[in-house]
């Protein structure tokens, strides 16, 4: 814990050494390095050795802590000079680097497991509230400058391919990329792939609307490109990047109308139905954000446009900008299930449903549905998350600098 805690500190120093006098950076340095010589070697430095490194590295600390320029000066020079005849004092560039990668990766685990984890929104399943990843067609691929700009401030990049022969679409698959990113590859008949930066279900509604995919009862129906036909050609926003604050619930309750990221354990995604295919993107997620639309002991029905908790329309300003219909929200609101078309829904026009307050907190059931409830995989196909499912709610939108960074209401 010593090491560990002085290779925090150095790496705090190096962070903000930019405000510091050199003869402080200098200064604290050095202590660093002689405490690190001292932790690592103390077993066989003799006692007469490791007495006169331990009395400077006290008067170097009383002089940094005392602001004493001159004195400072003096001890850092001296114990320079000292530590030139101590082998292992001075260490490689190598092994400082080791070192601060491992401290970085300490404190982003520890942060990540226990404080605040990110997560990138990959579908559409809460727009307008939070963006999902969008591909957008455009006609002409900008010059260079835009796209860094679109890059930097949007999180957008382009990306064009033509079909350099006849050729069948012929599988569709996408696979997680740098933890937080998703891309999707379209493979043809002869082997060739395009790869594109998005989530799956975003190329495959960029597809539809070229008429290159066409959905029925039994699938996707996959069709083919000519010689020379742009493949794609688009424009393609990156998903709301979020930061889900794993602290907060275990401090009070989850409530009613705030945004919340849960697990899947145990959560039959796949819809009830093999033929929900307009939102297969949702459907191999091992984490979902939704809004937190029903507690322990609440009894939910929708008479659309209205979601109605225990009988009365909810009032929470999230839930009530989406059952008003408002632009940009949907002007329907809330949408119901038919039980006829999905006889296994959890929430349908059959009636209302309750969430159970069992005596066992982690049994605790609640209520996740999505903003935009007309593409959104939720709570009224596969049921309830339970408490042990609930990650934390969404704090903030970290990137990109759009209208929806900050605080997320």
Same mark, same amino acid.
């Given at each position: 814990m010593?090491?560990?805690?002085?290779?925090?500190? $150095?790496l705090?120093?190096?962070c903000?050494c930019?405000?510091?006098? =050199?003869w402080r950076?200098?200064g604290r340095?050095?202590?660093?390095a002689?405490c690190l010589y001292?932790n690592n070697? =103390?077993?066989d430095i003799?006692a007469e050795?490791? *007495?006169?490194?331990?009395?400077?590295?006290d008067a170097l600390?009383?002089?940094?802590? /005392?602001?004493?320029?001159?004195?400072?000066?003096?001890?850092?020079?001296q114990?320079?000079?000292h530590?030139?005849s101590l082998?292992g004092f #001075?260490?490689?560039a190598l092994?400082e +680097?080791?070192?601060?990668?491992? %401290?970085?990766?300490?404190?982003?685990?520890?942060?990540r497991?226990?404080?605040a984890?990110?997560?990138r929104?990959p579908?559409?399943?809460m727009?307008?509230?939070?963006?999902g990843?969008?591909v957008?067609?455009?006609?002409n691929?900008?010059?260079l400058?835009v #796209?860094?700009w679109?890059?930097?401030?949007l999180?957008s990049s382009?990306?064009e391919a033509t079909?350099?022969?006849? =050729? *069948?679409?012929?599988d569709i698959?996408?696979?997680p990329k740098?933890l +937080?990113?998703?891309?999707?590859?379209l493979?043809f008949?002869?082997?060739s792939?395009?790869t %594109?930066?998005?989530?799956?279900?975003?190329?495959?509604?960029?597809?539809?609307?070229?008429?290159?995919?066409?959905?029925? +009862?039994?699938g996707?129906?996959?069709?083919g490109?000519?010689a020379?036909?742009?493949?794609i050609?688009a424009r393609?926003?990156?998903?709301?990047?979020?930061?889900?604050n794993?602290?907060?619930?275990?401090?009070?309750h989850?409530?009613? /109308?705030?945004?919340f990221?849960f697990?899947?354990r145990?959560?039959? &995604?796949?819809?009830?139905?093999?033929?929900l %295919?307009?939102?297969?993107?949702q *459907?191999?997620?091992t984490h979902y954000i939704?809004r937190?639309?029903g +507690?322990p002991g609440?009894i939910l029905s929708i008479?659309?446009?209205a979601l109605? %908790?225990?009988g009365a329309?909810?009032?929470?300003?999230?839930?009530?900008?989406?059952i008003?219909?408002?632009?940009?929200?949907?002007?329907g609101?809330?949408q119901?299930?038919?039980?006829l078309?999905?006889? /296994?829904?959890?929430?349908?026009? #059959?009636?209302?449903?309750l969430?159970?307050?069992?005596?066992q907190p &982690?049994?605790?059931?609640?209520?996740a549905?999505?903003?935009?409830? $007309?593409n959104s995989?939720?709570s009224r196909?596969w049921g309830?998350?339970?408490q042990f499912?609930i990650i934390?709610?969404a704090?903030?939108t970290?990137?990109p600098?759009t209208s929806h960074?900050?605080?997320?209401?």
């Amino acid at each position: 814990m010593i090491l560990l805690r002085a290779l925090f500190f $150095r790496l705090l120093d190096s962070c903000c050494c930019w405000v510091l006098p =050199k003869w402080r950076r200098n200064g604290r340095e050095t202590l660093a390095a002689l405490c690190l010589y001292i932790n690592n070697n =103390k077993p066989d430095i003799p006692a007469e050795e490791l *007495q006169h490194c331990c009395a400077q590295r006290d008067a170097l600390a009383r002089a940094l802590a /005392g602001w004493n320029p001159e004195e400072t000066k003096r001890l850092t020079q001296q114990i320079t000079l000292h530590g030139e005849s101590l082998p292992g004092f #001075r260490r490689g560039a190598l092994a400082e +680097l080791v070192e601060s990668f491992f %401290v970085i990766m300490v404190v982003f685990l520890g942060i990540r497991t226990y404080y605040a984890q990110p997560f990138r929104i990959p579908t559409g399943s809460m727009q307008p509230t939070l963006n999902g990843i969008i591909v957008h067609p455009v006609d002409n691929i900008p010059a260079l400058p835009v #796209r860094l700009w679109d890059m930097l401030t949007l999180g957008s990049s382009y990306i064009e391919a033509t079909a350099d022969s006849d =050729k *069948q679409l012929v599988d569709i698959s996408d696979r997680p990329k740098w933890l +937080l990113f998703t891309e999707t590859t379209l493979r043809f008949s002869d082997n060739s792939t395009v790869t %594109v930066p998005s989530a799956k279900g975003a190329v495959i509604q960029y597809l539809k609307e070229r008429g290159k995919i066409t959905e029925s +009862l039994t699938g996707l129906r996959l069709h083919g490109f000519r010689a020379g036909e742009p493949i794609i050609r688009a424009r393609v926003d990156a998903g709301d990047l979020v930061i889900v604050n794993r602290l907060s619930y275990n401090f009070r309750h989850p409530r009613r /109308g705030e945004t919340f990221v849960f697990d899947t354990r145990g959560i039959n &995604t796949s819809g009830r139905r093999s033929t929900l %295919v307009s939102m297969q993107d949702q *459907q191999s997620g091992t984490h979902y954000i939704k809004r937190l639309c029903g +507690l322990p002991g609440d009894i939910l029905s929708i008479q659309s446009p209205a979601l109605l %908790v225990n009988g009365a329309p909810a009032r929470e300003p999230g839930i009530a900008r989406v059952i008003a219909g408002q632009p940009p929200y949907n002007a329907g609101g809330y949408q119901s299930l038919s039980h006829l078309l999905q006889p /296994g829904a959890w929430l349908s026009d #059959r009636g209302p449903s309750l969430l159970r307050d069992t005596p066992q907190p &982690t049994l605790r059931e609640y209520a996740a549905l999505g903003d935009n409830t $007309r593409n959104s995989l939720d709570s009224r196909y596969w049921g309830p998350v339970r408490q042990f499912n609930i990650i934390g709610p969404a704090a903030l939108t970290l990137w990109p600098f759009t209208s929806h960074w900050g605080l997320i209401d």
